[in-house]
């Protein structure tokens, strides 16, 4: 059964579900507003998917480990899953918990705890997840997040009031994919000497906007016609996806360390771009923050 945990301070009421602890509200306690995207089915039915061991799709939906083959799911399996056990909770404070089990040693040959936890700090949330290597190897696996946020927020708003402001000018070229969601080789210029990307609907129309060397750690939704500005930095991650479904009233900003499967792959885990590779004995902790300024 799908439960819902909510944390709440002076500035923001936060929910999370406990499926897949994807975070499903984000709204302010000053003017109401929601910032998250709420799951329209018809359109497209998540909110902010958790991304682990996997980010995006597997090239013929398997990979290779050691030999052997395995079907993680796109994305991985945090995403809708039952199993997280929420181990801490306080006003402001939600800590989810996923240890290895058999059923993900199927699919994923390491043992591994995972923990993702959601903070409130005055008008930010801190999103913390921590991977803990309880294998006596080294074990592999990508990290990220998909947080969908509302877009427009207000009725009297269009999507093309947005934009998204990164935190330093860029030249900055997104990575196409494939028509089956894989890395191509080829990429396309999105930003010359500029730090603002002009949000449409059609932008996503040949799928996510994928940055593999911004300068920018920080970018902002901002509105020519509102005062609302949703910023999310993410300092301990590598790319950065930008999507949303052509047409759809939202857009999601998403963290990563890791990426899709190449097209031209073998199949081999091991070699994917931007795996985390984690030592027998350690573990690894990566955090992004969502501030909102009202």
């Not at 996923?98 to 949330?125: E, G, V």
């Not at 950065?240 to 998403?254: R, S």
Request: a negative charge; glycine letters at 4%; charged letters at 25%.
């Amino acid at each position: 059964m799908t439960m819902k945990h909510s944390i709440s301070n002076a500035h923001l009421h936060v929910s999370v579900l406990n499926q897949g602890t994807e975070l499903c509200s984000l709204k302010s306690n000053k003017t109401g507003v929601e910032f998250m995207w709420q799951a329209d089915p018809k359109v497209w039915g998540s909110h902010a998917p958790v991304l682990f061991p996997a980010i995006g799709s597997f090239r013929n939906d398997v990979c290779t480990i050691d030999g052997k083959e395995y079907q993680i799911p796109k994305h991985g399996f945090i995403r809708h899953n039952e199993e997280l056990v929420l181990h801490e909770k306080t006003e402001t404070e939600l800590h989810f918990l996923l240890n290895y089990s058999d059923k993900t040693l199927s699919i994923y040959p390491y043992k591994f705890r995972f923990t993702i936890s959601f903070k409130l700090q005055a008008n930010k949330l801190i999103v913390s997840h921590k991977v803990e290597n309880l294998e006596d190897q080294e074990i592999y696996f990508s990290l990220g997040g998909h947080p969908a946020f509302n877009c427009p927020l207000h009725l009297d708003e269009e999507y093309s009031n947005y934009y998204i402001e990164f935190e330093k000018v860029e030249s900055a070229s997104s990575t196409l994919l494939s028509e089956n969601g894989l890395i191509t080789n080829n990429t396309t210029t999105i930003l010359t000497n500029s730090n603002i990307l002009n949000l449409h609907p059609t932008l996503f129309n040949n799928d996510a906007l994928i940055f593999k060397e911004l300068k920018s750690r920080k970018v902002s939704l901002k509105s020519k016609k509102s005062s609302q500005v949703l910023s999310l930095s993410f300092a301990d991650f590598k790319y950065l996806g930008l999507w949303a479904k052509p047409n759809a009233p939202f857009v999601c900003i998403e963290p990563w360390l890791g990426i899709a499967d190449h097209e031209n792959t073998d199949g081999d885990y091991l070699k994917k771009d931007g795996l985390i590779k984690l030592p027998k004995g350690e573990s690894f902790e990566a955090s992004f923050e969502i501030e909102i300024e009202e």
